[in-house]
């Protein structure tokens, strides 16, 4: 059974602070995907990457695949009350990406 | 932006009713999904739907469990006899494509609560 382990499950940080968050398996994925969800929502897709070692940017979050295809992670800079919310990793695999496998998710809280 | 929407946001129902969960996908979105998410708990797969038929469910989607799209708008999962394990957000999901970076649009969810 493939795993997708999120850590930490909660995090607090001010308002200016830099963070990561990781999405750690031993399974490799063909791609994993990033997603924020705020209550009474569904998830909403931030990003996906594909290729190992793949770094993307997204104003100011920016996110990595693992070489290896099976961890990333998601770091912040200089948080802003805007960016709490429910983080979920989601992984597919190669020759089936109709299923998803999620984490758990990270709940941040940016205080101002 | 086009969204899925999902009706209703919240539904409670007795334990052995029949409920069925309704959802719009995107317009032009061709793949369309459900997932559950039991409170504090991961999102799980249920079921994805392609040319009016399923294409893979999981171990979750029993007999119990059924999708259609009766009027090539809607979407509908229906749970013919509710157990209190079934007490859940669902979410309707929707993509052009299967492809892995086509992104996945989710709807709001709606809870379902089974007393």
């Known amino acids: 059974t493939q795993l997708l382990e999120q850590s930490p499950q909660f995090l607090s940080i001010q308002e200016g602070e830099n963070l990561t968050v990781y999405c750690n398996s031993s399974s490799v994925f063909s791609s994993l995907q990033w997603y924020r969800q705020e209550p009474g929502e569904g998830p909403v897709l931030l990003v996906t990457?594909?290729?190992g070692g793949e770094v993307k940017k997204l104003k100011r979050l920016t996110f990595q695949f693992g070489d290896a295809r099976k961890d990333s992670s998601l770091h912040i800079t200089a948080a802003q009350p805007g960016d709490t919310g429910l983080y979920l990793c989601?992984?597919?695999?190669?020759?089936?990406?109709?299923?998803?496998?999620w984490g758990l998710g990270t709940s941040l809280a940016v205080n101002p | 932006e086009p969204e899925v929407t999902q009706t209703p946001s919240h539904q409670v129902t007795q334990m052995g009713q029949e409920v069925i969960l309704r959802c719009v996908p995107i317009s032009n979105h061709l793949y369309f999904y459900w997932y559950r998410q039991i409170l504090g708990q991961k999102v799980e797969f249920l079921v994805s739907?392609?040319?009016?038929?399923?294409?893979?469910k999981s171990e979750i989607f029993d007999d119990q469990f059924s999708v259609e799209r009766p009027d090539g708008s809607n979407f509908t999962l229906k749970i013919r006899s509710t157990k209190l394990e079934d007490s859940a957000m669902y979410f309707c999901?929707?993509?052009?494509?299967?492809?892995?970076?086509?992104?996945?649009?989710f709807g709001n969810g709606t809870r379902l609560t089974v007393t």
């Open positions: 990457v594909v290729t």
């Open positions: 989601a992984g597919a695999n190669a020759g089936n990406n109709r299923k998803l496998i």
């Open positions: 999901a929707s993509r052009t494509e299967s492809a892995t970076n086509s992104p996945l649009h």
């Open positions: 739907f392609y040319n009016n038929e399923i294409s893979e």
